[in-house]
């Protein structure tokens, strides 16, 4: 258990960065990101942030970063499966 928690921790260190980007977004946003980020996900919002100041383009990326990977993920999942 308390390995558990440690290794996803992580998410707490990767929300407090990003909420530093994220201050004027919507709450809809915020809600909806935060079970998006993952690892590359963050990554690629984090560094798109730091170049990035519009706030609509920042969530564009974000979503789309988080919803390609996802879908990736799930197709990936579908192909081992049938397979």
Not at 52 to 61: F, I, L, N, T, V
Request: proline residues 4%; positive net charge; contains cysteine.
């Amino acid at each position: 258990m308390f390995t558990g928690l440690v290794v996803n921790a992580r998410l707490v260190v990767y929300s407090a960065s990003l909420a530093r980007h994220w201050t004027g977004q919507p709450r809809w946003f915020r809600v909806a990101a935060a079970g998006l980020i993952i690892d590359p996900t963050w990554v690629a919002a984090e560094r798109h942030a730091q170049d990035e100041r519009d706030p609509s383009a920042q969530r564009r990326y974000c979503l789309a970063a988080g919803l390609t990977r996802g879908l990736a993920w799930s197709g990936a999942i579908a192909v081992g499966a049938l397979a």
